[in-house]
């Protein structure tokens, strides 16, 4: 359920990181490869972060008027 309400289906766009590297050929360079990796991870990671918080804010929110309190 955790991992559902990251939405991996939309870190593909994420892959747009490694774009311009490719573009000027030196994604093939380690020092460059794993920069590309972890900024791909860190925008996955940020991408699901900010919708989990958002999702909880907004569910807190509900909760909090009484919506989900059962009044």
Do not use: D, H
């Not at 593909?12 to 791909?40: D, H, Q, T």
């Not at 996955?44 to 009044?71: H, P, Q």
């Amino acid at each position: 359920m955790l991992l559902r309400a990251t939405r991996p289906r939309q870190w593909s766009k994420n892959v747009l990181v490694v774009a311009a590297p490719c573009a000027a050929g030196v994604i093939l360079r380690p020092e460059v490869a794993w920069r590309v990796a972890v900024a791909f991870v860190a925008f996955c990671l940020l991408a699901s972060v900010t919708y989990l918080l958002a999702l909880t804010a907004i569910w807190a929110a509900l909760f909090l008027s009484g919506v989900y309190a059962g009044r």
